[in-house]
């Protein structure tokens, strides 16, 4: 019995140190295999760093190279904090290649601030939507009443008897009225009645005086579904949008 005891100690021995000597193998080899994937992963990062970072300065310098003196200036001054820094080196690289001045960027910068501004100020004199539906308002009134003079006028040299020409000349009238309040007082005056009594005009987004046949189109647009409720959503309506034009305080 003590011989049978003393072989299972042994056996049990023997086994408990194959054991940990196979996890010492198994966590040696494991760390092994660790370093050497964590080495080679950073490499391949610091070359994909690289290589990105090769690709992203060959980028910026393709991307300015396509950009105008002005634009080029106001980047590397006015929106400097906007761009990445390889970008603003790239624009300024791009700046001494063309032989670019320090006073020709310094004027060109002070004619960008002073657009800015003027672009801000003409942001700021654009009426309201509670304006634009004081306009709705009267405007509607005002191309009825000339509808109804028309009609009258009409009815001196022609009246007809069934409802379909009746209804058809209805139609016309509505609509050549409609041309003609809209057309006439916003190419004559830049305003409307309604613009009259707010003050405001009529202009291109340019802030320019709109020709005749900018007129018609933003008259013909205001024949655009819904569009007496699209400045409700927006300062400038369908017809503003559509005809580049909009509506500014005096």
Known sequence: MRTCVKIDLFTI???????IRNIQTYTVNFWNQYFSYTRESSRIYLLAAILNNKNMTQYFSESMSNRTDEELIKIV??????YQTEAVEAAEKELKTRNIDITKIESVKQDIEEKEIKDKEFESSIVSSWTRLIHTVVDFFGFLIIALILSQILQLFYNPSDKLTIRLLGYALLLVSFFLYFVFMEYKFQKTIGKFLTKTRVVMVDGRRPALNEIFIRTACRLIPFDYISFIFTKDGFHDKFSNSTVIKE
Not at 13 to 19: A, E, L, S
Not at 77 to 82: A, K, Q, V
């Open 13 to 19: 021995d023997w086994n408990i140190r194959y054991i």
């Open 77 to 82: 001054t006015i929106d400097r904090n906007n």
